[in-house]
């Protein structure tokens, strides 16, 4: 494709979809640049949205922008563009996460483009589940859209699972003890109370879901130190059905691939008629992220657990307009 055909309103319409991506808290930590001269779309990371207490390391950070990038390459292979990604293309800028050209070979990741329809219609369920089972067919087409990223997908065993739960509701009592976790995720909410953030960004409480009457989900209540009126209770599903995403390193490139399998995996899943939700609590706490790894798998490092099953799909929450996280700039 030749550079000229990136005009200011397709690449607006890209990162619009890009930009329904998943991120710790929704704060939205990206940054796109069109370097006009070269047709070249960069992704950069906002530090100014990083979380210093609950994601010191920026890994969190990553995820979410790699999650953008595979709705950027999504977006793109549903115009019949061939995105090629460079990732940390600048060694001297941890912040310049990746590059994309639109100049690659006629069959780039066509399959890309099947997911389009996905994008605006995944969105973080923390409503029950039910009971229903996950057949193994889908399963493995999820496997397989981590594997494509070049990731892992885990679904553990019975007694994993019960592991993975022990430390989620481990988490919750380590957070509540911490009172820079507490007000760092509070920052993120928005109940219309006076003096919040912005309505673009963060966790609305229409998105919180029901309180829950017991501790079998993982889903995290954001309404704690709140407690927004009128919000119902209701039972989560017993066994919840979970899966562990996680690679063989540890690098800032693992969790950009991390990211875009995240996407790739929750997008494949709305496809299958499937609600998801992201569960980060454990792997916030350096004492806890490593236990959750199974020992059996081929995974050594876990970054993110998602909750799957049948249920509500969640409402959309809302995104910031693409005129705050796209420039254009016509250096090469």
């Known amino acids: 494709m030749s550079t000229t055909a990136l005009t200011p309103s397709l690449v607006t319409s890209l990162v619009e979809d890009a930009v329904t991506a998943p991120s710790m808290h929704n704060a939205q930590p990206w940054k796109f640049v069109l370097r006009t001269g070269t047709g070249t779309i960069e992704l950069h990371g906002d530090p100014l949205r990083a979380m210093p207490h609950q994601d010191p390391d920026h890994r969190a950070l990553h995820l ?115 009172e820079a976790v507490r007000a760092e995720m509070a920052a993120w909410i928005r109940t219309g109370a006076a003096g919040e953030g912005p309505a673009t960004e963060g966790i609305p409480a229409y998105a919180f879901g029901p309180r829950q009457y017991d501790v079998t989900s993982p889903v995290r209540d954001f309404d704690s130190p709140r407690q927004v009126p009128g919000r119902t209770s209701a039972r989560f599903e017993k066994r919840p059905q979970i899966a562990l995403l996680g690679t063989a390193e540890d690098s800032p490139e693992d969790w950009l691939r991390a990211g875009q399998a995240m996407q790739r995996v929750l997008l494949r899943a709305t496809l299958d008629g499937l609600a998801t939700s992201l569960m980060s609590q454990p792997l916030e706490w350096p004492e806890l992220r490593s236990d959750a790894r199974d020992p059996g798998s081929t995974i050594s490092f876990v970054h993110m657990v998602i909750r799957l099953g049948y249920g509500p799909q969640g409402r959309a929450t809302p995104r910031r307009p693409v005129s705050e996280v796209l420039a254009f700039d016509p250096r090469a």
């Open 64 to 178: 979410g922008c790699g999650a953008a990038l595979l709705g950027l390459r999504v977006a793109a292979a549903h115009r019949a563009l061939r995105p090629v990604v460079r990732l940390l293309p600048s060694p001297d800028d941890p912040w310049h996460l990746a590059d994309i050209r639109f100049d690659g070979p006629d069959d780039t990741d066509s399959d890309l483009a099947l997911l389009h329809g996905a994008l605006s219609q995944r969105h973080t369920s923390r409503f029950p589940f039910t009971e229903e089972r996950i057949p193994a067919e889908v399963v493995d087409g999820l496997h397989a859209a981590a594997l494509l990223e070049g990731c892992r997908l885990v679904v553990p065993g019975e007694w994993h699972t019960d592991t993975v739960m022990d430390l989620i509701h481990a988490s919750e009592l380590f957070e509540a003890a911490d």
